[in-house]
């Protein structure tokens, strides 16, 4: 389905990420054996309930047009994966690793990791509701039309990301890298941001008066300027 522009009442002007909510037709039962120990891909196939101590995906496997509801598990290795029209839902996960993976219209809602390695992965027209994300990787990832919407993000790392079309609503972000970032309309005017850092990183970003007001001592640290 192909997605169209969409607008937050909460991020007036600009041009908002392209997300439509994921829509999945009829899906199979699929069983935690063939999510957890099988190397095949997984298309049109829903699966629930899903626990494991940790689960490794080899290769580049694929998750196709296919819903994942309630995942627990202390790791969860997918270097190279391939996400796509696909809904994760309330996955319970303390390290994702999935370097190098590929997400496009993919939703992933009211989810905990404690962080979420996605460097130099590539992701377009991904939504991320209602989530509670440690440390979240995206250092040399390709990124167009990202959204986050009443997320918690304890540390969001752009290193030498090249973004274009993000947006923040409803957000508290505790610590935001942008070093070396190439950034085209990101809206970061829905977030409540704590500390920054690449300061140079954040042209291309969108923010509101008062973010200023606030950021202005962090601001003045960084550059090394003394206020009396």
């Given at each position: ?146 959204a986050f919407t009443d997320c918690v993000i304890d540390d969001l790392d752009l290193m030498r990301t090249q ?21 085209s309309e990101v809206d970061l005017r829905g977030a409540l941001l704590t500390d920054l850092s690449g300061l140079?990183?954040?042209?291309g970003t969108i923010i509101s008066p008062d973010q200023l007001i606030a950021l202005a001592p962090v601001l ?9």
């Amino acid at each position: 389905m192909a997605a169209r522009s969409r607008v937050d009442p909460r991020l007036p002007g600009g041009r908002a990420p392209r997300v439509d909510p994921v829509r999945l037709g009829e899906l199979d039962a699929g069983s935690p054996a063939q999510f957890g120990e099988d190397d095949a891909d997984l298309d049109g196939l829903s699966f629930t309930g899903l626990s494991y101590e940790d689960l490794t995906w080899g290769g580049r496997r694929r998750l196709g047009s296919s819903s994942v509801t309630g995942l627990t598990a202390a790791s969860w290795r997918a270097p190279g994966a391939m996400f796509s029209g696909s809904v994760l839902h309330g996955l319970d996960v303390l390290r994702f690793a999935a370097a190098g993976s590929g997400w496009r219209q993919v939703e992933i809602r009211e989810s905990r990791l404690g962080s979420a390695e996605l460097h130099d992965a590539t992701l377009r027209s991904v939504h991320f509701v209602g989530c509670r994300i440690g440390y979240l990787n995206l250092r040399d990832a390709a990124v167009t039309d990202l959204a986050f919407t009443d997320c918690v993000i304890d540390d969001l790392d752009l290193m030498r990301t090249q973004a274009a079309r993000v947006a923040l609503a409803g957000c508290r972000v505790g610590r935001l890298e942008t070093t070396g970032a190439r950034l085209s309309e990101v809206d970061l005017r829905g977030a409540l941001l704590t500390d920054l850092s690449g300061l140079e990183g954040l042209r291309g970003t969108i923010i509101s008066p008062d973010q200023l007001i606030a950021l202005a001592p962090v601001l003045a640290d960084r550059l090394g300027i003394t206020v009396e």
